[in-house]
Every structure is written in C-alpha cells, then in structure tokens.
C-alpha cells in the first residue's frame, strides 16, 4: 500500500517536472524571442527617429543661421554701405516732409557728393570755397563714441545732417523716422535755429525751422 501511494506522488513529481521544464522550453523557445525581438526593434526605431531629428535639426540650423546673419547684416553691415544708408536717408526725409540742405560726412564726402541729396550747386560752392585762401576749411564731425573703447573691427560713420522743415512736429518726426532705420545709429545731438532764423523752405512759410542732426553708425570691417 505504500509502494503504491510513493509510486503515485513519484508519477506526480514527474509529471510536475516535465510541465516545469516544457513551460520553460516554450518560454525559453518562443517568448523570450519575442521579447528579445520587440526590444531589439523599440532600440533600432529610437536610434532611426534620433538620427531623422538630427538630420532635421542639421537641415534647419544652416537657414536659421543664414537669416540670423542677414539681420544682423541689416543691423551691423560688413561694409560702410554708404548708398543704402543715404537711401534710408531720402526715405526719412520724404516721410517727414522735410528738406535735407546737406550731409557731411567725416572723411566721406566724396562718396556723398554723388548722392542725390547733394545738388551740383552745392558741390560747385563747395569746390569754390575748397580754394578760396584762407578760408577755413569745415569741421567733420565726430561722435562722443569716438572716445570709448571698441573692438578693433567696428568703424564708426558720423555725419552731420543740416534739414529744414516747416516747424517742430515735422523736424519731431524726421528724427523718429531717423532713428526707426533698421542700421543701428546713435544720434549724438541735435542742434535747433530760432524760428525766423532760416528761409527758403517754402513761399508760404514763415518760420521755417532748421536743425543740424548729428548721427553715427556703425559696420564691420572684416579686414
């Protein structure tokens, strides 16, 4: 009677076993495959979707870099860029209603003298006086930023603008004008004549009203 009952938990035992050892062999043989698989493709689709934002990334930064430095072109150019400033100029002077008289530029006014904002009457009384004897030649003008320590490839540009406008809300709005260009600019100071002062704007104007307009700006001279 105890053979039997020891043979029956022996037959159990076995039984018991081999069901151990086959839900291992199945685990071993096709789930863990599976798994190992699943992860293996989770690991490859990761690497791929990093590498695709990479690439997106290295097919962006070019661009944004490009616009970056067409802005700051705009701001800072890496030339004097004289006739495009002198455009903004005659921009400003439109808008306001103003009439520009002269530029003078410092160590400049040879490239001003073939802007419209010059006429030909200017540039012959400015030759003539340029040989009248003893005659003091003009002052250029310079920039209180002339002064402070910069980095060696910033240039400074000043310039003495002479406008004359119909009374001060116009010569108000030539300055904002002015400085709403998109050139970075300081305007060093702006010197005003007494109303009555000046004549020739217009024939209807009575107190004209003139200003000389110091400003500097800036470029970079990769030199």
């Keep these: ?21 086959l839900l291992g062999a199945i685990y071993y043989f096709l789930i863990y495959p599976l798994n190992e698989e699943k992860t293996s493709k989770e690991t490859t689709i990761s690497i791929v979707e990093n590498e695709i934002a ?5 097919s962006v930064a070019p661009v944004e870099v490009e616009e970056k430095s067409v802005l700051l072109e705009r701001k800072v150019p890496i030339a004097r860029e004289l ?12 808008v306001s209603e103003a009439k520009i008289e002269s530029i003078e530029f410092n160590n400049y006014d040879e490239i001003v003298a073939d802007s419209s904002l ?18 003091q030649p003009t002052e250029t003008p310079v920039s209180p930023v002339a002064g402070t320590p910069l980095p060696p490839q910033l240039k400074l540009i000043t310039f ?10 116009h010569i108000n709005t030539f300055i904002k004008e002015l400085e709403s260009i998109e050139r970075i600019k300081r305007i060093d100071q702006v010197e005003f004549s007494m109303p009555g002062e000046e004549q020739g704007y217009d024939d209807e104007t009575e107190e004209a009203i003139s200003a000389i307009i110091q400003v500097t700006t800036f470029y970079y001279d990769k030199k």
């Design 54 to 58: 990479l690439l997106d990334a290295e």
């Design 118 to 135: 010059v006429t030909s009457e200017e540039q012959a009384s400015t030759e003539s006086e340029d040989v009248v004897e003893g005659e």
């Design 83 to 94: 006739d495009t400033l002198l455009q903004s100029i005659e921009e400003v002077e439109l």
């Design 160 to 169: 003495n603008i002479s406008v004359l406008t119909k009374d001060y809300d």
């Design 1 to 21: 009677m105890n053979d039997l009952v020891s043979n029956k938990r022996t037959g159990y035992l076995l039984i018991i076993a081999l069901v151990i050892v």
